[in-house]
Structure formats: structure tokens, C-alpha cells
């Protein structure tokens, strides 16, 4: 049972999307030790922007009149999209970014729309189990100054659940910059019960979709 898991985050090191990543991960394998694991990071190894009309407009092209950078593009898209259809399960570490999705996470989902697999009446994602783990520095809930400045999960949740119809569950770890920024100290401890949980519930999850449990959050 292959699992493919994708890191959005441009950190190398220190990324709490990444980390919370790890948890469901190991869990993962505690369960299913010998299933192989396809990873990709979008911020070690970013994809162009440039790559996404390319294959938007080698879609209206001939394949025998495509340039060398359109077929490029096109080979890469069925190379990304083919890394989704191959597995059996999904986790995806994405962080907030100046209150939106990472630039490098909507350029993978662009292109992977293009791919002409993901436009079929049936949906050849629905009903993968899928961890989706989203970091914000701050706090975005309920009665917090900020509150609905959060533009990515919201995004994330349509396209993952709603369009690609994946058996969507999302761990959200909030106040990641406690610690490091000075003006939310007084936070530090709401922030360690809020990454507690956050724990515990990729733990719950990375269960979940070793067992093939259905059942979304």
C-alpha cells in the first residue's frame, strides 16, 4: 500500500507543517513497515511557475507541433499526477504564508489540473485517505483578532476534498511563532496545549489511514 506525502514548506529544517508530517508518518509505519513511501518537497525542490502555462497552452496544441518546454511540461505534470494516482493514502504538510497557500503548493495543484486524467467525470482521487497538516504562526480562530485571515486551508479544503475529492482529514497547528517572536510570549503555553494536540491528532490520523479507516474529519 503506497503512501505519498508532499512538504510544501520552504524551511529545510525547523518546519512545523514538516514535523507534524513526521508524526502521521510514523505512525504510518508503525503500522506498515514494509508499504513503500513517495515523497516530494516543494521546497527543496520547487517547481517553476513558469511551468504551469506551458502546459495550460500545450493543451491546445498538437502534440506533434509542441515545443521542447511544452513537452517538458506536459511530462511533468503526468510525472506529478501519476505520484497521486499510485498511492493508496496522502499527507500533505502545508504552512500559511503571508495568509495564503504557499506559491509553490498552488503551482503543483495547477498543474496537476491539467493533467486531462483529472478531468473525467470520475475521479480517479475520490476517496483517497489524505492527512492534510497546516502551520500558522499565529492565531486564526474564533474571536481572535485575526479571524479569517486564514486564505490557504480554506482554499486547501476545497480543492482537496471538494474538487479532488479526497477522504480528507487536516491537523491545524496554531501560534508556531511562539518562541520566536517576542510579542507572543504571553502565548506560550496556550501554544504548547495547541501542538499537543496537534500531535495527538496526526497520531490519531496516521492510524486512521494505515487502517483505511473512511471515516473524515
Known sequence: MPLFRLDASIRSEGSHSSQIADVVLEEWRSMRPDDRIVTRHLGKDPIAS?????????????????????REAVALVAELTDELLA??????????????????????????ITDPRMSTESNPLEGKPTVLITAR??????????EGWDHATPWMRRIFAD??????????????????????????????????????T?????????LGDGTAA
Open 50 to 70: 513558469t511551468v504551469w502555462p506551458l502546459a495550460v497552452n500545450a493543451a491546445y496544441t498538437p502534440p506533434e507541433q509542441r515545443t521542447l518546454q511544452q
Open 87 to 112: 498511492a493508496d493514502a496522502i499527507i500533505v504538510a502545508a504552512p500559511l504564508y503571508n495568509f495564503g497557500v504557499s506559491q509553490h503548493l498552488k503551482t503543483w495543484v495547477d498543474l496537476i
Open 137 to 146: 504562526g499565529g492565531a486564526y480562530g474564533p474571536g481572535t483578532p485575526r
Open 163 to 200: 474538487v479532488w475529492k479526497l477522504d480528507l482529514r487536516i491537523v491545524e497547528a496554531e501560534f508556531t511563532l511562539v518562541g520566536v517572536n517576542p510579542a507572543l510570549d504571553e502565548f506560550k503555553d496556550i501554544a504548547a496545549t495547541m501542538r499537543e494536540t496537534a500531535e495527538a
Open 202 to 210: 496526526a497520531r490519531e490520523y496516521g492510524r486512521a489511514i494505515a
